[in-house]
């Protein structure tokens, strides 16, 4: 996984400058067939990317955070624990809102998606 993470900042004198410039640091899989590499946080947020690969591990999970997230290439599916699936494709924008999910890549290609994990509790909507 080669993402290039260019952060800006100030000198000394207030003046913006790039601060860094580099590919992302420890890229780390959490199960077979999943890359991600944290491009910058923030006490209350995560920027992220992930690689699934075709076939990937499945991991049901819940966040306590809003996930904004876009496809930037392949295509992936995201299961809900109550057996709805969606299918992303390369542009989409998905706002996951502290929902169980999993993401199942059953395509041919790697998926890439890139995440901002903002810290909130889960939301429930109110039935009615």
Known sequence: ????????????????????????????????????????????????????????????HRTSTIDYAVVLSGEIDMELDDGVTVHLRQGDALVQRGTIHNWVNRGTQPCVIAFVLVAAKPVLDAVG
């Open 1 to 60: 996984m080669k993402i290039r993470r260019v952060v800006t900042g100030h000198d000394a004198m207030g003046k913006a400058v790039v601060k860094i410039d580099e590919l992302c640091k420890d890229v780390i899989s959490r199960r077979p067939g999943h890359q991600s590499c944290v491009a910058w946080s923030e006490a209350e947020a995560i920027f992220r990317f992930v690689e699934y690969q075709p076939g990937v591990a499945p991991r049901a």
